[in-house]
């Protein structure tokens, strides 16, 4: 498997660059997620970084490469919106009930 050695900008990894596997288009993954443990035993921390140009090219010119940013929203952005999903359902929300059901 190919690597490429990627830059990540801002958050707990700003300034380092990291060796990220490729895929079969020879691209690194859209959004890279980094579990970090928590000190106290619970559940790890995800970072999420999203990948972007590296700079902006002149028209023709090759491509100069990628970066990943820092997402601090985290996997709130990356979601498949396919016409037939369903929307997300918000907490408290009664299934199959209609808006004015709640007020009656």
Do not use: C, I
Request: hydrophobic fraction near 30%; avoid cysteine; glycine fraction near 14%.
């Amino acid at each position: 498997m190919k690597s490429e050695n990627t830059p990540f900008v801002g958050g707990p990894l700003d300034g380092r660059v990291l060796p990220v596997l490729l895929g079969m288009t020879g691209h690194p993954p859209k959004v890279y997620r980094v579990p970090v443990p928590d000190s106290a035993g619970g559940p790890p921390t995800v970072l999420v970084y999203r990948r972007v140009p590296a700079a902006q090219g002149r028209k023709l010119a090759l491509h100069p490469g990628w970066k990943y940013e820092f997402d601090p929203e985290g996997d709130k952005g990356g979601k498949l919106k396919w016409p037939w999903s369903k929307p997300e359902t918000k907490p408290g929300a009664t299934p199959g009930a209609k808006p004015d059901d709640a007020h009656e």
